[in-house]
């Protein structure tokens, strides 16, 4: 049975929000932080991750109402399906399953009539043998030598992904070093080839179609650069893949033995659970690269299982309707303050905007509110050098995420101190501003009582601008894993709200139609 389709603006708890909206649109955080329980009262805690939510423009009766929206439009029967294995990318007749990947459970997901978890097993095995080779020296290059350096080639899911893992978890890295080429721009390819040594690198093509012009572009350049050194023999021994076109791998010149497995029931963007992950296998070793996929698993349950009030995917995803669809909120920032996280942003505008960036309804009528958020950010501290100005005192109401860990990963306490201080502090800042009263004094005691007339409304802070603490005890794989799956939960949540197809990616290709066309001109 498909997804339902429910257009949510006509549903009774969209003119219960829109009445609440002009109730209570002129809340100010300030005001709401004056209740000693509002913390508690707006905090989950799940395992190591803790989420506070109460800097927002938000009252208890407004998280009801939204559950409320969710309830009517059954966000419940929707995450059944997901997990379920029933066709819900509906436009490409798909099951969407990559929870499956990382569920360790024995219970059967039938896709035509056959259970896929051995499939799933079976790649696992596959990935960990191979790792195991690479990553111990066993596996030799055309002259005998050792692998030294891995590319994964890629774009799209098949590299922001996997590319943001990679460099997340570099603290558990091991001695391989990891490259990522993407874009069809000879420079990315060249640049990166410039610092290999063909007789110890290990070439992953990641490929879905193994037919995406930039992947084949560079695979090609990477190829005939490879075979300035080595034969057509040696191929196999530094070449692998990552496709379901087994044919087009073939003529490249892969050793059938040396094809990794992907499916069509995992979209894209969401296949670095599938052996996509491989280069981050082989960079952190399987047992990171495992304990990533429990982290996940322990999200897809919490997602499952949890009533929506207490949902961490499920709350987030609402309260950011809250902001876009009423509020009128045209972006939302994420804000890490790790630096290992600083592909983050990258790879969740392309999980966020490539999944809910639709103006059709299920329906297939064209859309008259607002769906996918429009993300975008970068790492604290360096961003509140960057753009937070515009963010604290600018005209916009930007929602934002501050994801942070308690714990420093190389017990640097004093940076981390201050790194973790800055976090709360921004966070603050946002909420509560800075009043003309507050200036007014600030000007007087420093000396500068002459300068207040000219100075203070440019120093004051009007405050009332919303985030989201999300707060991990340590950048683990696990906790990383846990991240991911919580945004992930996040856009379907908001997909099924507002009504579209979350799992689909129509708007990428009329742009790659054009550009064959106007090459072969
Ligand atoms: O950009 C569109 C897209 O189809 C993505 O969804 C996908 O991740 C990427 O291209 C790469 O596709 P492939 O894995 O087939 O090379």
Redesign the pocket.
């Known amino acids: 049975m498909a997804l339902k389709n429910i257009n949510p603006t006509a549903t009774n708890a969209w003119k219960e929000l829109t009445n609440h909206f002009n109730d209570i649109q002129n809340i100010n955080i300030k005001d709401l932080a004056k209740d000693v329980n509002r913390k508690e009262d707006f905090s989950l805690n799940f395992d190591d991750l803790s989420v506070d939510f109460s800097k927002n423009r938000i009252t208890k009766e407004t998280i009801q109402l939204l559950v409320d929206l969710a309830k009517e439009v059954d966000l419940k029967d929707a995450i059944e399906k997901q997990y379920s294995g029933e066709i819900i990318n509906v436009t490409e007749g798909r099951e969407v399953l990559h929870t499956a990947l990382r569920s360790s459970s024995e219970e059967p997901i039938l896709v035509e009539g056959k259970n896929i978890k051995p499939q799933i097993q079976a790649a696992l095995r596959k990935i960990k043998s191979f790792s195991n080779k690479v990553i111990s020296g066993k596996w030799k290059g055309y002259t005998g030598k050792s692998i030294t350096d891995i590319v994964n080639i890629?774009?799209?899911?098949?590299d922001l992904g996997p590319d943001m893992v990679v460099e997340s978890l570099k603290h558990y890295k091991n001695q391989l070093n990891t490259h990522f080429v993407s874009n069809v721009d000879g420079d990315h390819v060249s640049e990166i080839i410039k610092t290999l040594n063909p007789e110890t690198t290990l070439f992953v093509i990641?490929?879905?179609?193994f037919t995406?012009q930039e992947?084949i572009t560079n695979s090609e350049t990477i190829k005939n650069w490879f075979l300035k050194s080595a034969t057509i023999f040696d191929i196999p021994k530094h070449f692998v893949a990552v496709s379901t076109n087994l044919e087009a791998v073939d003529n490249f010149g892969i050793d059938k033995k040396n094809v990794f497995p992907m499916w069509n029931w995992v979209g894209?963007?969401f296949s670095l659970w599938s052996a996509v992950g491989l280069s981050i296998s082989l960079s952190v070793g399987y047992d990171n690269y495992k304990a990533l996929l429990e982290g996940a698993e322990e999200m897809d349950l919490h997602y499952k299982n949890e009533e929506f009030d207490k949902n961490i995917p499920v709350i987030l995803a609402l309260i950011s309707i809250w902001y876009n669809n009423f509020y009128g909120a045209e972006t939302e920032a994420v804000l890490p303050y790790s630096q290992y996280l600083k592909k983050l942003p990258d790879y969740l505008q392309q999980a966020i905007m490539?999944s809910n960036g639709k103006g059709v309804d299920r329906n297939g009528d064209k859309i008259d509110y607002q769906t996918g958020t429009i993300v975008w950010g970068s790492t604290g501290t360096n961003m509140q050098h960057a753009f937070m100005q515009l963010v604290h005192q600018g005209t916009k109401l930007i929602p934002a995420d501050f994801i942070g860990y308690k714990e420093s990963l190389h017990g640097l306490t004093d940076h981390h101190n201050k790194l973790m201080a800055n976090y709360y502090g921004q966070m603050d800042a946002l909420a509560f501003g800075k009043t003309k009263e507050e200036v007014h004094l600030e000007l007087k005691f420093s000396g500068n009582e002459d300068k207040i007339e000219s100075l203070l409304p440019f120093k004051v802070f009007e405050g009332n601008r919303p985030s989201n603490a999300i707060l991990f005890d340590k950048l683990t794989p696990r906790s990383l894993g846990k991240l991911i799956a919580l945004y992930e939960h996040k856009i379907y949540t908001q997909g099924i709200l507002w009504n579209i197809y979350s799992y689909d990616?129509f708007g990428?290709e009329l742009g790659k139609e054009l550009a064959k066309k106007i090459l072969n001109k």
């Open positions: 890629g774009i799209g899911g098949s990641v490929s879905k179609t995406t992947t894209g963007r490539e990616q990428v």
